[in-house]
């Protein structure tokens, strides 16, 4: 597994198969950016890394040459972004099974090649029956849950579809959506969301890695707590910052974004939230002071950095600040107490909250877009509803148990 799994987050927000997953590539750059200011090494499947289109257009062009955006493949050569993949195959024979099981978006032989040249020296290797085991187990439990729930209404067909998940000597997730196509359109759409919740925390999970999610997704893979209901927030800073603004991290170079990690601001903040999840108290103070030196420095560095219309964009969006929170609280059970700090970013552009999540203590890092009509607010709402059903607090046997705090819309 990895080298230093604790100051590693799992980035599932590349996940293709979530149907809410980032259709633009601007979009998830500026959330890979956003989430690499606040942990030291990002991590992702090779499933995802291979066969996600969106990820690959940053990297990759169509005609086999580093894209427009090929400063992260710097972030693969250094090890600030990691590839997970199955031990004991390079991506290319990950590439040639998955094209042979007709996986859907499996990508070039050429762009699989790329990445054996670019990440293997920080590649990082998990044991693939461990990982297909643990995917299993808790595909049946989880819906085995719903079907032990009478409130469920679940579709009839939810218990053979359960039976099969059972019956696999091995689940993958590519046969199970294979399979899917045979029942009805309400079952097939259950099934993938409930199993699709697993095959996201699958691999973290093996690897005692925090993740990084939207609440917004549908195959989100946290256990939810109503957080919002039993804690009182207490506001440490707010100030304007417009390079938190998600088109602005579209454009920031990663030479910026590793400049401002050498500082002793960003040493300071990642200082203070390791803390938080070894489960010690954080200097709020020093806290707050990094957060707003880092933030500063990094809109000088971004300009210095960028060229042609990039800096020209860049510059336009000095005054068009967003809104950016500092925030605080704690939650004491019998058997715990929750410490949560959070940045919250208010402005648009990302439909989504972006959240870096520590065990059993959430740092929260959220962009939130404003939901403006009854229609949008009422479908937000529903999703919060059926996630919180879905996810309700269950046993950790088997499960490295996460927590985020739920982002409400504004």
Excluded at 19 to 24: D, E, Q, V, Y
Excluded at 184 to 196: K, S
Excluded at 234 to 256: D, M, T
Aim: charged residues 30%.
């Amino acid at each position: 597994m990895g080298d230093e799994p604790g100051r590693s987050v799992y980035f599932s927000q590349v996940e293709p198969h979530d149907p809410g997953a980032f259709t633009r590539g601007v979009d998830l750059r500026a959330s890979l950016l956003l989430h690499l200011l606040f942990t030291p090494r990002i991590v992702i499947g090779d499933a995802q890394a291979l066969n996600n289109p969106v990820f690959r257009a940053l990297l990759w062009d169509t005609t086999g040459e580093p894209g427009p955006r090929s400063d992260l493949a710097s972030l693969l050569a250094e090890g600030e972004l990691v590839i997970a993949k199955r031990e004991g195959r390079t991506l290319e024979q990950i590439q040639t099974d998955h094209e042979a099981r007709r996986v859907h978006g499996v990508p070039p032989r050429e762009f699989a090649r790329f990445l054996d040249e670019v990440a293997t020296p920080h590649l990082w290797e998990w044991d693939e029956t461990e990982v297909a085991d643990q995917f299993k187990v808790n595909s049946v439990r989880r819906l085995d849950e719903v079907l032990a729930d009478d409130e469920s209404g679940y579709p009839e067909d939810l218990r053979s579809a359960r039976d099969w998940v059972a019956s696999r000597e091995q689940l993958k997730y590519n046969d199970l959506r294979q399979h899917l196509t045979t029942y009805d359109e309400r079952t097939a759409a259950l099934v993938d969301q409930l199993v699709g919740i697993e095959y996201t925390r699958s691999l973290p999970n093996a690897m005692q890695t925090p993740m990084a999610d939207s609440s917004t997704s549908r195959c989100s893979p946290f256990t939810y707590l109503s957080l919002n209901d039993q804690l009182e927030q207490s506001q440490v800073r707010e100030l304007p910052c417009w390079i938190l603004r998600p088109e602005a991290l579209a454009k920031l170079p990663v030479a910026a974004l590793r400049e401002a990690a050498q500082l002793q601001a960003s040493k300071e903040v990642m200082t203070q939230l390791g803390r938080i999840e070894v489960g010690l108290e954080p200097d709020i103070t020093r806290f707050e002071a990094g957060v707003v030196e880092l933030v500063e420095r990094l809109e000088a560095s971004a300009l210095d950095f960028a060229n042609g219309r990039d800096a020209d964009a860049l510059a336009e969006l000095r005054d068009r600040p967003a809104k950016l929170r500092l925030w605080k609280s704690a939650r004491n059970t019998a058997a715990t107490t929750f410490s949560c700090l959070g940045i919250d970013v208010f402005t648009g552009g990302i439909p989504s909250s972006l959240s870096l999540i520590a065990q059993l203590v959430t740092f929260g890092a959220s962009v939130k877009q404003e939901v403006t009509d009854d229609r949008s607010r009422a479908r937000a709402e529903d999703n919060r509803r059926r996630e919180l059903k879905i996810n309700a607090d269950r046993s950790s046997d088997g499960i490295v148990k996460r927590i985020v705090l739920p982002v409400s819309g504004q």
